[in-house]
């Protein structure tokens, strides 16, 4: 089942701050983020594990709700290099079928 | 290591015409993926494996086959194409389930005429 991401697109200023969700219908065993630059593969951000863990790397951190089958990434004071479409992935059971969502672009202007 | 890699990079098909999109990676991952991307799309799985010999069907796996005879290998056809197969084609492979991190291959583009 593909999960569900909102918003389909967001614009900010540098430095603003931007939360990025995710959802499942379905009973999740992990979520994954990765970026995608425009005509470039998508890149590995992170893994979150059912738990209800959360992770953070410098100032991009996610959150993994397994009760609401729920994540959220958190871009804060946001930096050119963030301008992307983000996409989480969801993998159900530990089977090994891991499903993306459409995507979220994001824009950072100066 | 050169990690997963796609071979070709560009490819243009007439209608009806038939090939295969080449991936290997050299990480000894089990699992292997091949995503679509239509333009602004999101990632559509098509099929996956789990070792060799072992295929499942993704989301959208109408018009394509897959085999995995070694884990290195996971070849991707496309019979009969059609211009609804145009879109840019994403091998993946992790190691295992779970925590284990999905690294993709650069891409092919596939345009269907």
């Known amino acids: 089942q593909q999960p569900v991401q909102s918003p389909q697109a967001v614009i900010l200023r540098e430095g603003e701050d931007a939360v990025i969700n995710c959802s499942s219908s379905?009973?999740?065993?992990?979520v994954h983020w990765y970026r995608q630059k425009h005509g470039e593969a998508p890149v590995f951000l992170m893994i979150?594990?059912?738990?209800?863990e959360q992770k953070g790397h410098d100032k991009i951190s996610a959150s993994f709700n397994e009760k609401k089958q729920q994540s959220s990434l958190y871009l804060t004071a946001s930096q050119l290099s963030y301008s992307g479409t983000y996409f989480c992935?969801?993998?159900?059971?530990?089977?090994?079928?891991?499903?993306f969502g459409e995507g979220t672009q994001l824009t950072v202007n100066p | 290591n050169a990690g997963v890699t796609q071979t070709p990079k560009f490819r243009i098909l007439k209608i009806g015409q038939s090939m295969t999109l080449q991936c290997t990676q050299d990480?000894?991952?089990?699992?292997m993926y091949w995503y679509r991307q239509d333009p602004g799309m999101g990632l559509k799985l098509i099929y996956y494996?789990?070792?060799?010999?072992?295929?499942d069907k993704g989301e959208v796996p109408n018009g394509y086959n897959v085999s995995r005879s070694t884990t290195e290998d996971f070849p991707l056809r496309l019979e009969l194409a059609a211009p609804s197969q145009t879109s840019v084609y994403f091998c993946?492979?992790?190691?295992?389930?779970?925590?284990?991190?999905?690294?993709f291959g650069a891409g092919s583009r596939l345009t269907v005429l």
């Open positions: 992935g969801t993998e159900e059971t530990s089977g090994s079928r891991l499903t």
């Open positions: 379905k009973a999740l065993y992990s």
């Open positions: 979150l594990l059912k738990g209800g």
């Open positions: 990480m000894n991952h089990n699992y």
């Open positions: 993946a492979s992790r190691r295992g389930s779970g925590a284990n991190v999905l690294t």
């Open positions: 494996s789990v070792g060799a010999g072992i295929t």
